[in-house]
């Protein structure tokens, strides 16, 4: 570690007298971030600190002026420092965590309005009768994200109510609420709700931050309802740990997986029921939508979120026509870092989207191959499979894109016609029977070595 030996020479009140010689000059051992304290505390009482940094033997003296009052004041605050790590004249010792408690609760009180239980209710049949009953099948969470003359628009993960007979939102007022399902899309496990506004006519919307502009670290806040309504508007607080997961999007009921999907990581606590609650930043904007959480032995803090982004896009779709359409390149394949080196081809890259097969006629047409690594779209660079895949779900069906690809060590670029594919309701709360999940076009993720 390096240190500083900070002098400090004597002067009188506002008047330089002869200068103190070096044996009266009081000598102590502070580290640099404690001197970067002392200065600001010197220039608040217009003195100044002069300092002989050393290491490997070199030093440089340089003595400064100061005023006698104040030379105490500093010198008790440098040896305060230097005993223990405290807050010094208000000042935050570097490396102790501000307390951030009191912007929590105003991110609180302004979004937990907006902040509702979904309950989905399935048909449920009696073994001994034969008679059929509808009853609460699980909880999760909804956030009121838009309003007009007629509806508030509640948005909410896919999986919370997939299969539904009937949605019930309730209110942190304990009002239960019916909600028609406009829309859902089990592709990026979303789905939006729809409940009369006058239900939530005092209810704020919440406010999407945009998500390609989260920071790792910055502070995390979930709202939701974990293991049930008797846990509602629980708060959890953590902070981002990652921008850019890739987890696998599965079909609620068969656990099939359909896609794979870019998601916001965080160690705020994610539990059952707080799926389709908001993640928010420090300043009360949605980041992501809360969707899933690892479970397994020893692994605690890994949840995941939906970015804002994403969600605004889907979920204006589903109000505008019912549905999401999403893109669709033809190919399937995997990131190659994810392919063990004995399948990869001999391409003079370690990154990249390698290609198992095209699936599309227009991918066909266009030249691209099987074994063929793609490494950029357009301008994009091609890392792995969520750059490929986030660049493609901002682009619209038809759209005709640059590929540039490695085919062995030959560099190449094709021109591919996006396909499309339109998500569908998976509630029956929304239409009249639900429909089977067709899979995606992209990606197949029934790689040969599993």
């Given at each position: 570690?390096r240190?500083e030996?900070v002098?400090?020479s004597?002067?009188?009140?506002?008047?330089?007298?002869?200068?103190?010689?070096?044996?009266?000059v009081k000598?102590v051992?502070?580290?640099?971030e404690?001197?970067?304290?002392?200065?600001?505390?010197?220039?608040?009482?217009?003195?100044s600190?002069?300092?002989?940094?050393?290491?490997?033997?070199?030093s440089?003296d340089k003595v400064r002026r100061?005023h006698?009052?104040?030379l105490l004041?500093?010198l008790?605050?440098t040896l305060a420092?230097?005993?223990?790590?405290a807050f010094a004249a208000?000042?935050?010792?570097v490396g102790?965590?501000?307390d951030?408690?009191?912007t929590v609760?105003?991110?609180v009180?302004?979004?937990?309005?907006?902040?509702?239980?979904v309950v989905?209710?399935g048909r449920?049949?009696?073994?001994w009768t034969?008679?059929v009953?509808v009853?609460?099948?699980?909880v999760g969470?909804?956030?009121?994200f838009?309003?007009?003359?007629?509806y508030?628009?509640v948005v909410?993960?896919?999986?919370?109510?997939?299969?539904?007979?009937?949605?019930?939102t309730?209110l942190?007022?304990?009002?239960?609420?019916p909600?028609f399902?406009?829309g859902t899309?089990?592709?990026t496990d979303?789905?939006?709700?729809?409940?009369?506004?006058?239900?939530?006519a005092e209810?704020?919307p919440?406010?999407?931050?945009?998500?390609?502009?989260?920071?790792?670290?910055e502070s995390a806040i979930?709202?939701?309802t974990?293991?049930?309504?008797?846990?509602?508007?629980?708060?959890?607080?953590?902070i981002?740990?990652?921008k850019?997961?890739?987890m696998?999007?599965?079909e609620?009921?068969?656990q099939r997986?359909?896609?794979?999907?870019a998601?916001?990581?965080?160690d705020?606590?994610?539990?059952p029921?707080?799926?389709?609650g908001p993640?928010?930043n420090?300043?009360?904007?949605v980041i992501?939508?809360?969707s899933?959480?690892?479970?397994?032995?020893n692994f605690e803090g890994m949840?995941f979120?939906i970015p804002?982004?994403?969600?605004?896009s889907?979920a204006?779709?589903i109000?505008s026509?019912?549905?999401a359409?999403?893109?669709?390149?033809?190919v399937s394949?995997?990131?190659?870092a994810?392919?063990p080196?004995?399948?990869w081809?001999n391409?003079p890259?370690?990154?990249?989207v390698?290609?198992?097969?095209?699936?599309?006629?227009?991918?066909?047409?266009?030249g691209i191959q099987?074994?063929?690594v793609?490494?950029g779209?357009d301008q994009?660079t091609?890392r792995d499979?969520a750059?490929?895949?986030?660049y493609?779900?901002?682009?619209?069906p038809?759209h005709?894109?640059?590929?540039?690809?490695?085919r062995?060590?030959?560099?190449?670029?094709?021109?591919?016609?996006?396909?499309?594919?339109?998500?569908?309701n998976?509630?029956?709360a929304?239409?009249?029977?639900g429909?089977a999940?067709?899979?995606?076009p992209?990606?197949?993720v029934?790689p040969?070595?599993?």
């Amino acid at each position: 570690m390096r240190w500083e030996e900070v002098y400090i020479s004597l002067w009188s009140f506002g008047k330089p007298s002869q200068k103190v010689v070096r044996s009266d000059v009081k000598r102590v051992n502070i580290t640099r971030e404690a001197r970067v304290h002392v200065e600001g505390l010197c220039r608040v009482f217009q003195c100044s600190v002069a300092c002989r940094e050393w290491q490997d033997g070199s030093s440089s003296d340089k003595v400064r002026r100061h005023h006698g009052w104040a030379l105490l004041v500093a010198l008790c605050c440098t040896l305060a420092i230097t005993t223990r790590p405290a807050f010094a004249a208000g000042l935050p010792f570097v490396g102790q965590r501000a307390d951030t408690n009191g912007t929590v609760t105003q991110v609180v009180k302004q979004v937990e309005p907006a902040v509702m239980g979904v309950v989905n209710y399935g048909r449920v049949s009696d073994l001994w009768t034969d008679n059929v009953r509808v009853q609460p099948a699980g909880v999760g969470t909804g956030v009121l994200f838009q309003k007009n003359n007629q509806y508030g628009f509640v948005v909410t993960n896919n999986h919370v109510v997939e299969a539904a007979v009937k949605v019930e939102t309730v209110l942190a007022s304990g009002r239960h609420v019916p909600a028609f399902v406009v829309g859902t899309d089990p592709y990026t496990d979303l789905a939006v709700l729809r409940i009369p506004v006058n239900a939530v006519a005092e209810n704020t919307p919440v406010r999407f931050a945009d998500s390609k502009q989260v920071q790792v670290g910055e502070s995390a806040i979930a709202i939701g309802t974990p293991l049930g309504l008797d846990f509602a508007e629980s708060v959890t607080a953590g902070i981002v740990s990652a921008k850019k997961r890739i987890m696998p999007v599965e079909e609620p009921q068969t656990q099939r997986t359909l896609d794979f999907q870019a998601v916001i990581q965080t160690d705020a606590a994610i539990n059952p029921g707080n799926s389709g609650g908001p993640l928010l930043n420090i300043r009360g904007e949605v980041i992501g939508i809360n969707s899933s959480k690892i479970v397994a032995p020893n692994f605690e803090g890994m949840g995941f979120a939906i970015p804002a982004n994403e969600v605004k896009s889907i979920a204006e779709q589903i109000i505008s026509h019912g549905f999401a359409v999403h893109p669709a390149l033809g190919v399937s394949g995997d990131s190659l870092a994810a392919v063990p080196e004995a399948f990869w081809p001999n391409v003079p890259v370690n990154y990249g989207v390698w290609v198992r097969k095209v699936t599309s006629p227009e991918a066909r047409a266009a030249g691209i191959q099987p074994e063929d690594v793609i490494i950029g779209i357009d301008q994009e660079t091609v890392r792995d499979m969520a750059d490929l895949r986030t660049y493609l779900f901002e682009q619209k069906p038809g759209h005709v894109v640059s590929l540039k690809v490695y085919r062995n060590n030959k560099p190449m670029t094709f021109k591919v016609k996006l396909g499309e594919i339109q998500s569908i309701n998976t509630a029956r709360a929304g239409t009249a029977e639900g429909t089977a999940v067709p899979e995606l076009p992209f990606p197949d993720v029934d790689p040969p070595w599993n």
